[in-house]
């Protein structure tokens, strides 16, 4: 896991250096900065609003008794979007908004759902009830 995250600290970057560059150069220098001034923006917005959103889903879930797992995942992808959005690059935004628009946030809880279970299988992750 962790030269996997290494891996991704050190080619990310790199990848968003060199999409930043190829726009600069087809759309030019000011264009691209707006555009990545407006993606985090509107990511910033998007994610308070999601997250406001799904706090208030939960909130009623755990009123009515129920556990609110499904909305917890959505906490986490909106967590996860939202942070992604505020580092500048085209690659990070795709990915940002692809965790927080409701319907693509779907794809990214079951792969999370199925790496979760596949953890348990495992052992790596353990469940702790207490009663």
Do not use: H, Y
């Amino acid at each position: 896991m962790f030269r996997l995250l290494l891996l991704l600290i050190i080619v990310v970057p790199a990848l968003e250096i060199a999409v930043l560059i190829l726009a600069g150069n087809l759309i030019g220098v000011w264009q691209t900065i707006f555009i990545i001034i407006a993606t985090g923006v509107l990511g910033a917005w998007l994610a308070k609003k999601e997250g406001l959103q799904t706090l208030r889903l939960a909130q009623l879930q755990t009123q009515q008794g129920q556990l609110p797992s499904g909305v917890l995942l959505d906490g986490i992808c909106i967590l996860v979007g939202g942070v992604v959005l505020l580092t500048p690059g085209f690659i990070t935004d795709t990915i940002g908004f692809f965790l927080l628009i409701p319907k693509t946030r779907t794809i990214a809880k079951a792969l999370l759902l199925k790496i979760f279970n596949n953890m348990i299988k495992n052992g790596n992750f353990i469940i702790m009830n207490r009663r």
